[in-house]
């Protein structure tokens, strides 16, 4: 896998992102006038649509296959709204059924949730910590079926237990994805060294063009 020539980011409140040298997929994001319509209660959010065409697709297909990323965090839902508008304006162009939407939630084994409180953690803890992320998995898929619902775009919604980097990369090759897309935290670089960052995982080991769409007032 050629890492260095897969990475491509997306700004959606800039003006075509730049890319490091030496990389030979592009795509580049630029800010659109309107954003997606949200559901009820959400507030307004940019919105990016990518000007170098759709991703390369696999010769021989008849679509393109867009994977998306998303978790409880409000990053995630924006490049949501992103991939929706992409989607929809695609398919208004070469009909219904030009572009598959998979939308994907990692959730965390319970066994990696309670390690991190350290050893020896009660089992009725054990237990909430379970209940509590298969919650949240319900509401992170809740809210993107109806995201996906009042914008017109049927979707395949998915949850699967593991590591988001490595589940996500994962899931690229089981749906042959053309494009990945994932949301940005914004992290610093002091944090985002510390911590690790999916979208920088995704953007040098997903077997596809990846799209990371950035919020608004990001710098990094």
């Known amino acids: 896998m050629m890492a260095e020539t897969k990475a491509v980011a997306a700004a959606v409140e800039a003006s075509p992102v730049e890319v490091e040298e030496g990389r030979s997929k592009t795509v580049a994001a630029a800010v659109e006038a309107s954003p997606a319509p949200v ?60 572009v598959e939407l998979v939308v994907l939630h990692a959730k965390p084994p319970t066994s990696l949730a309670v390690n ?25 898929v809740g809210k993107a079926r109806s995201l996906c619902a009042a914008n017109s775009v049927e979707a395949v919604v998915d949850v699967v237990d593991g590591e988001p980097k490595h589940v996500l990369c994962d899931a690229v090759e089981k749906h042959h994805a053309d494009l990945l897309v994932v949301g940005s935290q914004g992290y610093g670089a002091i944090r985002r060294a510390l911590l690790g960052s999916v979208s920088d995982y995704c953007a040098h080991h997903a077997d596809c063009s990846v799209v990371i769409v950035k919020q608004p007032g990001s710098k990094n």
Not at 116 to 140: F, S, T
């Open 116 to 140: 991190m409180g350290g050893p020896g953690v009660p089992g009725d803890v054990v237990g909430l910590v379970e209940e509590d992320l298969r919650k949240k998995a319900e509401g992170v």
């Open 39 to 98: 559901e009820k209660g959400r507030s307004k959010t940019a919105a990016a649509e990518v000007e170098a065409g759709p991703a390369e697709v696999e010769e021989g297909r008849s679509k393109t296959v867009v994977l998306v990323a998303v978790d409880d965090s409000d990053a995630s839902y924006r490049a949501l709204e992103w991939a929706v508008r992409h989607v929809a304006a695609t398919a208004g162009m070469a009909g219904a059924g030009a």
